[in-house]
C-alpha cells in the first residue's frame, strides 16, 4: 500500500505474515528458556520482566494486551485533525532541533510527505534529535496539535521503516510494530517501555511459535470452531484485523476457563473418591417430627435444598453442599435439619462461624429449632475462659455435646470430638482454607479414621452463577431463591450529609409508632481496631445527649463480652432500648421483628454486599421497613454502589453489581481458595463460555478421569502449569 503522494512505502503488517507458518530454526527452540536469552532481553532487563511475572519464553508469550489501539488508518499530513490521536507517514526532512526555554526542552524533526509539512515535537527528551537521520521514513502515532502554524505531533510513537538509521525496526521483514497496524497496549512497570516489550514479544513469537503445543484436543477445537494455540498467540498480540483479535481471545479465555474447570472438577472427584464417609439416613418419621417442630412452612425452595442435603448425606461419599440465598431466604433451617439428621444417626455435628456474635447467633437459632426435638446445643468460643471452657471441651469429647457451635475455638488443639459427622461453615470465605480444613479433620480421627464428616458451608449473600463454578466449583451448589412469605419490600432512600437530621427525624417518628431502630456506624474493618470502637462509643453518645435525649440509645460491638452483649442485645429485643448503635457486628444473623428501620451512617465506605446484608436486618415482620443509606459519595465506583442498593432489593442482582465494580478476586478472595489467577478471562463478559467449558471439561473427565490418557499428555502438563506447577496439591485442596 503506498500513500496518496508516494514517498514512504508501507511494509506488510498483520496477519499479511502469518508467523506461526515460518520454518522452524535448527535449534530445538524450547518455551521453558529463560526469558534472557530472547533477542532484546539480556539480563537487567530480564529483571525487570521479571517484576511483571515475565521469567520464561512461555510467560511472556502469555503476557496479553490489556488492550488495542487501532493505528492502521494512516493519513496524510495535511488531512491531520488538530486535538486528535492518529497515524502518519513521512520522511525526515532535517535533523532535530532542541529548544530550551522556562526549564522545558523541546526537541522538533522536521518532517514531510512530498506535499504536508510538520514537526514531530518531544518534550524533555533532547536525545530523540540524535535518533533519525535525514531520509528516515517513519511511522508515528500521537496527538495532533499546531505550533507557530505548523503541524506538530507531539511525543509521538514511533517507528523507523528505512535501513538509513541505526534505530531501523529490528524486524528484518520490516514489520511496523507500533504504528500503521492494530497495536497492542500491556501493562508496564519502571523501565519497560511499550515499544521495546512489543519488539521482544515479536522477536519470540518469530523463534518460539514453532514450539508451541496445543494443550486442548482436536476434536474439541474442531467443535467449537477455536483457532489453534499458535495462531491465536499470534493474533493476540498482533492482530491484522478486529475479527483476528477477537477470535484469538475467545480461544485463550476458552482454553483457561477449560483448564480451571478441569482441575476443580478433579479435585471435586478425587476428594469424593479418596475418602469416604457414614452414610446418614433419615427416617420418614424423623421427618416429619422435623417439619411438625418448625413454627413455619417452609418454601418450596427451601424443600427442595433439604431434598438435596439429605440425599448428599445418604451416600458414603462425603457430602461438599454450598447452600447460598438472598438474605433471610431461610438457610439456617436447611442446616438445622443436617444437624439433625447427624444426630439422628448418632453422631455429632458442629457448626462454625467468623464472629463471636454470629456464633452466638446461631446458638440461639439452632437451639430454639433443636430444642424441641430434645437436642441441646452447645456454644464454644474464644470467650469461654478457665471451668466453663474446659466442661464444654470433656462434653465435646464425650460425645455428651451433640451439636456445638463456635467461632475459630472449635479447631484448637485441645477439641477432640468425639464421632463428629457434619459440619456446617457459615461465611466461609471469611475463613482461610486451612481454618475450614482443620474442622473437617476433627471428623478424622479416633473410630473414625480414614472417615470424613459430610460438609454443608452456607454464605448469607447470593454468588452470581459465573462465581457458583469457580470459586465454588469443586462443590454441589444449592440456591434457596425465594424469600418466606410474609416478608416486605424494603424502602431504600440515599441522603446527603446534609440531609442527616431528616433521617434522624424519620427514625423518631418510625419509635413514636412503636418501632425500634438500628444506627450502623461507619466502621468496615473487620478487626475493629480500638480506635473505631472509640468512634463507636462517641457516636452512641452524641445520639442519647443531643439527638435523642428523650429516648433509649444502646451500643454493641466486636470488642464486648459475650456477657455484656447479650445483656444489650436482651434489652433490645424486649423493647428496653429505641435505638441500636452498632458496628457491622450486626451485618449478619441478627433477627428482631420489631426494627424497621436501619441507618447507616458513612455508607459510601461500605461494600455493596455489606450494605445489602445490613439492610437485611430489617424486614423481617409485617411492618412496612426502611433503610437510610446517609454519605457523601466521591468516587463513580461509591456513587454506583447507593445507587444500586436503591434501585433494587434483590440480592442476586447486587450480588452480579457487586462482582462487576469489584471483580471477583476482590470479592470472594479467589486466592483464599487456592484458585490460579485468571490471565485474560473475564468471569463478567465470559460468563457463556464458562458454562460451556464447564459442560466440556465434565464430558472430557467422564471419558478420561485422570487424564492419563496418552492423547490428553499436553492437556495435563497445561494444567500442571495452570496450577502453578503444583497440581496434586490443589487436588488434594
Keep these: 500500500m503506498t500513500l496518496e503522494l508516494g514517498v514512504c512505502q508501507h511494509p506488510k503488517r498483520g ?16 518455551l521453558d528458556d529463560s526469558v534472557q536469552y530472547v533477542k532484546g532481553v539480556g539480563p537487567q532487563r530480564a529483571g525487570l520482566l521479571r517484576r511483571l511475572g515475565i521469567e520464561t519464553v512461555s510467560d511472556l508469550l502469555r503476557y496479553y494486551p490489556t488492550r488495542h489501539e487501532d493505528r492502521r488508518q494512516v493519513i496524510p499530513l495535511l488531512r491531520l485533525i488538530g486535538g486528535e490521536k492518529q497515524s502518519t507517514c513521512a520522511t525526515v526532512k532535517a535533523r532535530g532541533d532542541t529548544e530550551r526555554r522556562r526549564g522545558l526542552q523541546i526537541t522538533r524533526v522536521p518532517i514531510s510527505d512530498g506535499v504536508g509539512q510538520a514537526y514531530a515535537t518531544w518534550f524533555n527528551q533532547p536525545y530523540m534529535a540524535e535518533r533519525f537521520k535525514v531520509g528516515d521514513c517513519v511511522y508515528l502515532f500521537g496527538k495532533v496539535n499546531r505550533f507557530r502554524g505548523m503541524l ?55 523463534k518460539y511459535l514453532s514450539a508451541v503445543v496445543d494443550p486442548l484436543p482436536e476434536s474439541l477445537r474442531e467443535s467449537h470452531q477455536l483457532l489453534a494455540l499458535p495462531v491465536a498467540l499470534q493474533h493476540i ?54 417439619l411438625q417442630s418448625l413454627p413455619f412452612e417452609l418454601t418450596r425452595s427451601q424443600r427442595r435444598v433439604c431434598r438435596e442435603a439429605l440425599d448428599d448425606m445418604s451416600s458414603i461419599k462425603p457430602m461438599n453442599r454450598l447452600i447460598h440465598g438472598d438474605v433471610g431466604s ?59 471452657r474446659s466442661a464444654v471441651h470433656e462434653r465435646i469429647a464425650s460425645g455428651e455435646a451433640s451439636v456445638v457451635t463456635g467461632t475459630h475455638a472449635l479447631i484448637q488443639d485441645e477439641v477432640a470430638f468425639h464421632n463428629l459427622g457434619v459440619v456446617v461453615i457459615d461465611e466461609q470465605h471469611r475463613f482461610g482454607v486451612l481454618q475450614r480444613a482443620s474442622l ?91 480506635n473505631d470502637i472509640e468512634a463507636a462509643v462517641q457516636m452512641a453518645e452524641r445520639l442519647q445527649r443531643q439527638v435523642f435525649p428523650d429516648l433509649v440509645v444502646g451500643l454493641v460491638h466486636g470488642r464486648m463480652g459475650v456477657t455484656e452483649r447479650e445483656a444489650v442485645m436482651r434489652r433490645f429485643a424486649d423493647g428496653e ?51 437510610l443509606l446517609v454519605g457523601h459519595a466521591t468516587t463513580e465506583e461509591g456513587r454506583a454502589r447507593l445507587q444500586a442498593m436503591v434501585a433494587t432489593n434483590d440480592g442476586f442482582r447486587i450480588a452480579e453489581e457487586d462482582l462487576r465494580l469489584r471483580g471477583p478476586g476482590e470479592l470472594y478472595g479467589t486466592r483464599q481458595h487456592g484458585l490460579p489467577d485468571l490471565r485474560i478471562a473475564d468471569l463478567i463478559r465470559d460468563g457463556n463460555i464458562l458454562q460451556v467449558a464447564r459442560r466440556e471439561a465434565a464430558s472430557l473427565l467422564q471419558v478420561d478421569t485422570g487424564l492419563h490418557d496418552v492423547s490428553h499428555v499436553a492437556l495435563r502438563a497445561a494444567l500442571d502449569k495452570f496450577c502453578g506447577g503444583k497440581l496434586e496439591k490443589f487436588l488434594v485442596g
Aim: aromatic share 6%; charged share 25%; proline share 6%.
Design 440 to 530: 473437617v479433620l476433627k471428623g478424622d480421627a479416633g473410630e473414625q479414621k480414614g472417615r470424613r464428616p459430610h460438609t454443608l458451608i452456607m454464605t448469607a449473600t447470593p454468588i452470581p452463577r459465573t462465581l457458583a463454578l469457580t470459586v465454588y466449583g469443586d462443590l454441589d451448589v444449592s440456591v434457596i431463591d425465594e424469600l418466606p412469605p410474609g416478608r416486605k419490600e424494603i424502602t431504600t432512600r440515599w441522603l446527603k450529609d446534609r440531609q442527616r437530621e431528616k433521617a434522624y427525624e424519620f427514625v423518631r417518628q418510625e419509635i413514636r409508632k412503636g418501632r425500634q431502630a438500628y444506627v450502623v456506624c461507619p466502621l468496615v474493618e473487620e478487626s475493629e481496631k480500638l
Design 152 to 206: 506538530s505531533i507531539e511525543n509521538p510513537e514511533y517507528e523507523v521503516i528505512t535501513a538509513n538509521s541505526e534505530f531501523a525496526s529490528s524486524d528484518p521483514d520490516g514489520d511496523a510494530l507500533q504504528t500503521g497496524r492494530i497495536v497492542p497496549l500491556y501493562p508496564l512497570t519502571e523501565g519497560i517501555h511499550q515499544g521495546h516489550l512489543r519488539r521482544v514479544i515479536f522477536g519470540a513469537l518469530q
Design 577 to 627: 432500648i429505641h435505638i441500636l448503635t452498632a458496628t457491622t457486628v450486626i451485618e449478619v444473623g441478627i433477627d428482631i421483628g420489631n426494627v424497621s428501620v436501619i441507618l447507616v451512617e458513612d455508607a459510601h465506605r461500605f461494600g455493596l454486599a455489606q450494605l445489602h446484608q445490613l439492610r437485611g436486618r430489617v424486614g423481617r415482620s409485617p411492618h412496612k421497613s426502611y433503610c
Design 237 to 290: 498480540h498482533f492482530p491484522g484485523s478486529h475479527e483476528d483479535l477477537e477470535r484469538a481471545r475467545r480461544r485463550l479465555v476458552f482454553e483457561e476457563l477449560f483448564l480451571l474447570q478441569c482441575a476443580l472438577l478433579l479435585r471435586k472427584s478425587g476428594l469424593q473418591a479418596e475418602f469416604v464417609a457414614y452414610p446418614m439416613m433419615l427416617t420418614n418419621r424423623d421427618k416429619i417430627r422435623f
Design 15 to 30: 496477519s499479511e505474515q502469518d508467523l506461526s507458518s515460518r520454518p522452524p530454526t535448527e535449534r530445538k527452540e524450547s
Design 330 to 388: 431461610g438457610k439456617t433451617v436447611v442446616a438445622a435439619l443436617t444437624l439433625f439428621n447427624a444426630v439422628s444417626n448418632g453422631f455429632q455435628a458442629a457448626v462454625m462461624a467468623p464472629t463471636e456474635i454470629l456464633a452466638e447467633q446461631h446458638s440461639r437459632v439452632f437451639s430454639d429449632l433443636l430444642r424441641p426435638l430434645g437436642i441441646p446445643v452447645e456454644f464454644l468460643a474464644g470467650s469461654l475462659k478457665g471451668k466453663e
